[in-house]
């Protein structure tokens, strides 16, 4: 595409953003109360920004023009930031981490493959240099500690000579005698064809009965291949079968990576122009325009003095350098309206002195109306409402700038996309200004206060005096709280450098090296039914891909982008749950990849007799801590995390110390603020071996992560065989693996394929195809996850809830899934509960479940 396709396409986005945020302003105004109601508005929102995303990531890393680019990523931040609000209300609402759209992908006329969002590209393409450095680090350091991944060298073993003669002797014996068989089988033959051909003939003379023969057999060949490809050609055209060469390089995509790798070239030529530009122009500027700014700053000042006195009959209070000097006086106001502002400031003072004195004793009766009026607003029971978006103003912000800016601008001098010089002069006077605005705010201070004295001294001199006392005493408050702060935040590593710090953890196998895994490579397929099964009080249980656009919006999109971190809702933590197999730690470790992030390693066998002591656990936490917030982003993994809070350690594990972190893991999430751009993820096997109220108070979010279902495991199949080198043919039978698989896990998958596609078999292929017996042979050998084990995920054997009031609103105030660990609910009576509930009920308290309940015997997923 070219560079006019992606301007239009970045004009019809924005479109689609104004009319957008048109409709959600004039939404949010007006409170709803009926669920299903509040619930499609969210969602319609929600899949129309990420379609938006979608277009604004697309056209941000293809555009080349870089003044352009620096309003498209604004823009793109608060789309990203907008879609994990908008998910947050929706959790908050339903109750649930999990969402199904199919109706309303039904009416948006919408493929569920858009919905998938998708990771910029950005979060890498930016920090390239800085991930590849960080990496040959980290690469160096752990094959200098030969801590590092190393190949499997199987050692030779030497065999006596005895032996070597017999294997050689085997081999040609065995040769020998395929020769010989391949021998008397030609002999065979040669006797077989004289043998027949002296036989009478006794062949039909007739040629038309021969002819008939002849055309029966040809015509039934023909219209066996006829009907083959008609049958191909309709499972092609129904999308059930692949169209040929599907799997072939075209040329046109080799043509489009080319013109993308010429795009990021371009992209940084552009870049490096601009900046460059940015610096000469200021300078030009400086020298050319700069006197005369100065002067015409001055002579204002000057003349505000002025005309103060001649008004009030005293010169005024300059402002102060923090309030933003005399920016503030003259921010777009005319001479006139200055002085206006002056007289009335002066005159609302005299008021609110006067009011200060009269309103006094009336302060206790107004506390009083307050609470009645809150009280009333609580018992009238009002609908519900969007809470305030940090990311709309931005959003609004960039798309008033796109209007005013881009929207006609005519651009057809600029066809190679280079930077706009006049948009960089305008932006460099104000730079410009403002500093010289801070030159001139001293020298107009000095000046002023030169006036003064002149005027009335003996004021000026008694103000000095008074002056000089305020600041003493600032000066020892200042003190007083830096001796404060000094003794709450010593660093015991103050005197070591971070690349120090960095070797020691490596050393001591605290930060690892992630494995190079995309999310793309965890494979799966929709929940198709998710709205229809919900509709008729079923829980459906939640695809691959679910589980993927939560990693994305939780995880992903946080770590990659900083002004996201900041202001989106804040996720600390998140608990990945799932039987051995289903790909836990393969999401820990595309998180990394994706994110270009760093892994500290913190699970319990991992930090066994690492920094022992109470003082050395917090040396070590420290240590950690320190390095992630410096060489953001971070994530910090605990495998195994229900070992952390394990009810009763196990004899055998005692040694490891496994409830080391049981205490330190909440003081760390207290620690943890927005911007520092930290992740904990735990992964777990069997939470119910944990204490489940500190469990659960721990991990923010807990992501259920299942088995996958016959979807899932159709495309499983066929991805991992391609993968491996296998081709399939009509001979295998995918739908029938899928079938045959039900309650194996992606682990399993991956190492039957594996085991079947050895070398020799891959080379057979071309005249022996594969088929499904093949790999159903070594699925005996594996044990599933049964369907009541995953059961057991959803709803817990025994538990006794603990209900805590929660003050903070109506309606129920808990997460699903911790509640369904704490109670022992199952689904259906989750749904009976959430059904029967009403959504704003009347003087009611909401209550949130305390983790209390004890489960055992079956595993997390």
Same mark, same amino acid.
């Given at each position: ?349 005299? *008021?609110?002195? $006067? =009011?200060? !004195?009269?309103? #006094?004793? +009336?302060? /206790? @009766? &107004?506390? %009083? ?103 003493? *005493?600032?000066? $020892? =408050?200042? !003190?007083?709280? #830096?001796? +404060?702060? /000094? @003794? &709450?935040? %010593? ?118 007799? &690492? ?251």
């Amino acid at each position: 595409m070219s560079n006019a396709m992606y301007n239009k396409m970045w004009h019809q986005t924005q479109e689609a953003l104004n009319s957008l945020l048109d409709k959600e302003s004039q939404k949010m105004m007006k409170p709803q109360r009926n669920q299903v109601f509040i619930f499609q508005m969210l969602a319609t929102f929600y899949i129309k920004y990420v379609q938006i995303f979608r277009n604004l990531e697309n056209v941000y890393d293809q555009i080349v023009h870089p003044q352009k680019r620096l309003l498209i990523r604004k823009i793109l931040d608060g789309v990203m930031g907008r879609m994990l609000e908008l998910k947050n209300e929706m959790v908050e609402l339903e109750l649930t981490e999990f969402h199904y759209f199919d109706d309303l992908l039904q009416d948006l006329k919408l493929v569920p493959q858009q919905l998938d969002i998708p990771i910029p590209k950005y979060f890498l393409k930016e920090k390239l240099e800085v991930i590849k450095g960080r990496e040959k680090i980290l690469a160096q350091l752990l094959a200098d500690s030969g801590l590092g991944i190393t190949e499997k060298k199987y050692p030779v073993m030497p065999i006596p000579l005895e032996e070597a003669v017999k294997l050689i002797q085997v081999a040609e014996r065995a040769r020998q005698g395929r020769l010989r068989a391949m021998f008397m089988k030609q002999i065979y033959l040669q006797g077989y064809r004289a043998k027949q051909a002296r036989l009478p003939d006794e062949r039909v003379a007739d040629v038309g009965t021969a002819a008939l023969c002849i055309q029966k057999v040809w015509r039934g060949f023909h219209q066996c291949k006829r009907t083959e490809r008609e049958r191909e050609e309709e499972m092609i055209f129904l999308g059930m079968n692949p169209p040929p060469l599907f799997n072939e390089v075209s040329d046109a995509l080799i043509q489009a990576d080319r013109v993308t790798h010429l795009r990021d070239k371009v992209q940084v030529k552009h870049e490096e122009e601009y900046r460059d530009a940015l610096v000469t122009i200021k300078d030009d500027l400086k020298l050319i325009e700069g006197p005369n700014i100065k002067e015409n700053l001055q002579d204002q000042i000057r003349r505000w003095f002025i005309e103060c006195r001649n008004l009030t009959g005293t010169f005024p209070d300059y402002p102060k350098e923090e309030e933003g000097g005399s920016a503030i006086i003259f921010s777009q106001k005319t001479r006139q309206q200055v002085i206006e502002d002056i007289i009335a400031s002066q005159e609302e003072e005299e *008021k609110n002195k $006067k =009011k200060k !004195k009269e309103e #006094k004793p +009336k302060k /206790g @009766k &107004k506390a %009083k109306e307050k609470k009645e009026t809150k009280e009333k607003n609580k018992e009238e029971g009002e609908g519900w409402k969007m809470s305030p978006s940090v990311f709309l103003h931005m959003m609004e912000e960039g798309n008033n700038v796109y209007k005013d800016l881009w929207k006609n601008k005519d651009e057809s001098w600029n066809v190679p996309q280079g930077y706009d010089p006049e948009l960089i002069k305008e932006d460099k006077r104000k730079e410009l200004e403002s500093e010289i605005r801070l030159q001139v705010d001293e020298l107009m201070r000095q000046e002023l206060k030169n006036l003064k004295l002149a005027v009335n001294r003996e004021k000026e001199l008694s103000g000095k005096t008074g002056r000089k006392k305020g600041s003493q *005493k600032k000066n $020892k =408050k200042e !003190k007083d709280k #830096k001796r +404060k702060v /000094g @003794k &709450k935040d %010593k660093d015991p590593t103050a005197d070591r450098t971070i690349e120090s710090l960095y070797k020691e953890l490596v050393e001591e196998g605290l930060l690892i090296q992630a494995l190079k895994v995309n999310l793309s490579d965890y494979i799966g397929d929709y929940s198709y039914l998710g709205t229809t099964l919900r509709q008729l009080s079923i829980e459906p249980m939640p695809s691959l891909l679910d589980v993927r656009q939560l990693i994305t919006l939780y995880g992903i999109l946080p770590l990659g982008s900083e002004a996201v971190h900041e202001k989106a809702p804040l996720v600390k933590s998140l608990l990945l749950a799932g039987p051995s197999g289903v790909g836990k730690k393969l999401l820990v470790h595309a998180i990394c990849t994706e994110t270009g992030a760093n892994l500290f390693n913190l699970s319990a066998a991992n930090i066994a007799g &690492k920094y022992p002591g109470k003082n050395g656990l917090q040396m070590m936490l420290h240590v950690v801590l320190k390095v992630a917030r410096q060489l953001p982003p971070s994530v910090v993994w605990i495998g195994d995390a229900e070992k952390t809070f394990y009810r009763k350690v196990p004899n055998a594990e005692r040694k490891m110390e496994p409830k080391r972190l049981k205490k330190q893991l909440p003081k760390i999430l207290k620690l943890l603020k927005p911007g520092d751009r930290i992740l904990i993820v735990g992964t777990t096997q069997r939470p119910f071996d944990a204490e489940l109220q500190p469990f659960c108070k721990v991990y923010q979010k807990i992501i259920l992560v299942p088995r996958p279902d016959y979807a899932s495991r159709y495309v499983l199949w066929k991805e991992i065989i391609q993968r491996n080198g296998g081709v399939i043919t009509g001979a295998l039978s995918v739908s029938c693996l899928a079938n045959i698989t039900d309650g194996f896990t992606q682990g399993h998958i991956v190492q039957v394929v594996k085991e079947v596609l050895t070398e020799r078999r891959i080379r057979q292929q071309s005249h022996k195809p594969l088929t499904a017996l093949e790999f159903i042979a070594s699925l005996t050998s594996m044990s599933p996850v049964y369907q009541e084990e995953e059961e057991s995920f959803k709803s817990g054997e025994s538990g006794q809830p603990c209900l805590v009031p929660d003050l903070r609103g109506n309606g129920f105030n808990f997460s699903p899934l911790r509640t369904m660990l704490a109670v022992g609910l199952s689904y259906m009576d989750f749904i009976m509960l959430r059904s029967s509930s009403p959504v704003f009920p009347a003087k009611r308290s909401s209550f949130s479940i305390c983790c209390t309940a004890e489960f055992g015997g079956a595993e997390f997923s």
